[in-house]
């Protein structure tokens, strides 16, 4: 059988409000916030664990910065 290789999908990485907050120096309330206000996507894993997407943090941050 031939077999066609195909292009790698983009691994994504999710990550703990608390970790966000920590690495961005914000409490882990403003990143719910943020998922409340629109501004990112909260993805509910089960009732205890919510993740938010890396990038999406990033894409929020570059997006506020002052230049």
Not at 26 to 32: I, K, P, Q
Request: hydrophobic fraction near 45%; aromatic fraction near 8%.
């Amino acid at each position: 059988m031939n077999t066609t290789p195909t292009a790698p999908t983009p691994a994504f990485k999710f990550s703990k409000a608390k970790v966000i907050a920590s690495r961005l120096g914000v409490r882990t309330r403003t990143v719910f916030r943020w998922a409340e206000q629109g501004r990112i996507t909260r993805h509910k894993v089960n009732a205890w664990l919510v993740l938010f997407n890396e990038a999406e943090v990033e894409a929020l941050i570059e997006s506020t910065r002052i230049r």
